[in-house]
């Protein structure tokens, strides 16, 4: 990691950017959420947040210039087993009233 | 092994060695594997965190869907602008923690220091924000318990219908749980970070090793991202007039 920033040009630039979409994305969630949307309120609400939490483990947490894959692999297979969790549990109560 | 002035060492089986960098351990071929093991072994422990945390999103989601109406109307009486200024709070937050890592990267003593000064506070920043939160859950009898009370709250969307109080406290119970649970996290996150202070004012870290303040600022931005998506399932589900 240090080689990479010695290397290359100070992340400041990359940090700062980062910083200020996470906060006019804190922003749009407010603003998103004072309109009447339907079902797609979540929607907005949760894409908005995935947007946010992809940013800080990519650039803040280093995922995107980690140099061992293993790492990714891990990041991926917690992402995985956590949709496991939410989707199958959700397609069971989710559906019950279709009847 | 201990002399760093030769520029051959031997180990106990007599071994010539190049001198190494007394940062490295011996089990690692150089300071990136070393550095790589340290961040691998932390996110399989984030990884732990993901499924403890999933379970609680998981619990939220399903009560969520079964009583849509109520959880709406209990999450409309939580305060959003402590909640949106909390949000910000953490992100400010998790801006200073890669400052202080680039610090601890690039040797600015007096950036690191601040930096992990700055964090704490506004950690403590956050959990004050969050006391007078709960504090307004007490005063309106929002707690699940005995004194729990939420009566003629209008189910936003609804004219005329009111929030079922049972199912309000099982928005409670999941609110106070969640972001109970959150602020312990952020109780443990003050402990390591005073900790990497005190260790970074002692001139502990270099370039060459700054593990402690990497795998901290791990964990602390892994807390922001729970809280990223805790404001909005708590605090946003149906807030348009």
Known sequence: MSAHSSATSSPLKMYFGVFFALL????????????????????????????????????????????????????VAALFFLLLLLGLTMSDYATRMWS | MHDSSTTVVHD???????????????????????????????????????????????AYLVYRQWYFGDFAAASKSINMGLGATNTA??????????????????ARRSLLIGSLALTMLLGLTFLGIKGIEYRDKFVEHHVPGASFSFENEPIPGHPGQYANARHAQMFFSLYFVMTGLHALHMIIGLGIFLWLLIMAWKGRFTPEWHTPVEIGGLYWHFVDIVWIYLFPLLYLIDRHP
């Not at chain 1, 949760?46 to 995107?64: D, E």
């Not at chain 2, 072994?41 to 379970?55: D, K, R, S």
């Not at chain 2, 953490?90 to 890669?98: A, F, P, Q």
């Open chain 1, 24 to 75: 006019v994305g804190t922003g749009l969630t407010v603003y998103a959420a004072t309109l009447d949307l339907g079902r797609y309120n979540a929607v907005v609400a949760l894409g908005i947040a995935t947007i946010k939490a992809t940013l800080v483990a990519l650039f803040f947490m280093h995922v995107w210039h980690a140099s061992e894959k293993l790492t990714k692999l891990v990041v």
């Open chain 2, 89 to 106: 709070v953490l992100i400010c937050s998790s801006l200073t923690v890669v400052l202080a890592v680039w610090a601890a990267q690039t």
């Open chain 2, 12 to 58: 106990r089986n007599g071994e010539a060695h190049a001198a190494h960098n007394p940062a490295l351990l011996h089990h690692f071929a150089e300071p990136q594997q070393q550095r790589d093991a340290a961040s691998l072994g932390m996110w399989v422990f984030l990884a732990t965190e993901v499924m403890f945390f999933g379970g609680l999103f998981c």
